[in-house]
């Protein structure tokens, strides 16, 4: 035999061996992953695994929320054929936000060059100092943690009718799902909110992740009240659907404007508070509404108050349409004035010299006809029916 065919030979031979060399299954096996967590104060993440040779790495490989980074975080440990070993995460240097979905990952190597990554699982990172109950209706899950079940799918009900009236205002699908989670004591809302890195008053949206928190609980006019907050919070949510990742550099008079017009019942604070404004000659400029408003109490009602009325004076003034161009404006990354140039032609003190003139200084009819006009066109056509219902001839018997 010549040397090329015994060499092809050998090579043919060899072939399978290297074949199930390349194929053969993993040396590395995990035993368990388990995550557990106190709330506002740390996450665990614990892994158990074993290989054939020592293990001598184990990276976490961590997401939250809606957030595109990974954080890669190495586990201590001592290389071995068995490890345990666990990554815990401080929530006090680092929040999460309440009820974010965390999806994490292993990513384990050993002494012989071998490497596995394990699925992508997801774990919620509820307030579990409470026992949540939950009930839903269509794209709304209601929890809650006091009260019976009437209560929570009272709470679903309000929700549902909300986020569906909102979707019809602002012209946009529902979410595939929301969560609402229910604080009985509003103290306890506030506590989860700053354990979590924020804080608020009465309720909160976090829209990148769909969920809502609120203080209500068993009463008739807590009910009522829930309704005007649900729907606020609900839009917040809906707008982010609409702006996405421009929804951080929205303005805020914008997105809290929409949203308190989105309430069913109108707040009389707000317009006292304009009153008193013009009285004093107090208004606030709108190019400080582009970003978070003021801590102080008095001035944030005034923040809501003429952020509400100036998204009624251009839905008024350039339409419905207007609105939902100024917020594709800025889900394509328009400055706060820059999208109003885009939109509507003007600026900041055209903007505002045409509020302030024809609505704050408008005499008391008109004032009154602009603000009713929004409640004209939802309860109008039910007055007009129970008018020819109450007025029409009667046939004689």
């Not at 969560?179 to 890195?197: A, C, F, K, N, W």
């Not at 001035?299 to 350039?318: Q, T």
Request: charged share 20%.
């Amino acid at each position: 035999m010549t040397p090329r065919p015994l060499l092809l030979l050998v090579l043919l031979l060899a072939a399978p061996a290297q074949s199930a060399i390349s194929h053969r299954p993993s040396a590395i096996s995990v035993d368990s992953i388990s995550v557990t967590h106190t709330f506002g104060e740390q996450m665990i993440f614990t892994l158990a695994a074993h290989s054939d040779a020592e293990i001598t790495q184990a990276t976490l490989l961590l997401r939250v929320g809606a957030d595109s980074r990974t954080e890669v975080i190495g586990a201590d440990l001592f290389p071995a054929p068995q490890i345990e070993t666990q990554v815990t995460l401080d929530l006090q240097t680092q929040p999460i936000a309440p009820f974010a979905d965390v999806f994490y990952s292993w990513r384990i190597a050993d002494s012989s060059s071998e490497t596995i990554t394990t699925p992508e699982q997801t774990y919620l990172y509820e307030d579990n100092r409470f026992q949540w109950e939950t009930v839903a209706r269509g794209a709304v899950r209601a929890h809650w943690h006091s009260g019976d079940l009437a209560f929570g799918q009272s709470v679903a009900d309000i929700g549902y009718e909300s986020l569906n009236r909102a979707s019809r205002l602002m012209d946009t699908s529902p979410p595939d799902q929301v969560d609402i989670y229910v604080y009985e004591r509003l103290d306890d809302l506030q506590s989860g909110l700053r354990l979590g890195g924020r804080d608020w008053v009465a309720g909160h949206a976090d829209p990148s992740l769909g969920v809502v928190l609120v203080n209500s609980y068993a009463d008739t006019a807590a009910l009522l009240e829930l309704e005007n907050t649900l729907a606020h919070e609900l839009t917040h949510v809906l707008i982010y659907q609409i702006v996405q990742a421009g929804y951080d550099r929205m303005p805020v008079w914008l997105d809290e404007g929409i949203a308190v017009n989105s309430e069913p019942r109108p707040n009389a604070i707000f317009g006292d508070a304009l009153t008193r404004a013009v009285e004093t000659e107090a208004i606030i400029p709108l190019e400080s509404l582009c970003g978070a408003f003021s801590i102080d109490s008095s001035r944030a009602i005034l923040s809501y108050a003429e952020s509400a009325s100036l998204v009624r004076y251009i839905r008024d003034r350039w339409g419905p349409g207007a609105i939902r161009d100024l917020l594709t404006a800025y889900r394509e990354g328009a400055t706060c004035e820059g999208g109003l140039q885009r939109v509507l032609k003007v600026s900041f003190v055209e903007l505002q010299t045409g509020w302030e003139s024809d609505v704050l200084r408008a005499s008391p009819l008109a004032a009154f006809l602009r603000e009713a006009m929004p409640y004209v066109f939802v309860f109008g056509p039910v007055a007009v029916i129970l008018a020819a219902l109450l007025f029409a001839p009667k046939r004689k018997t």
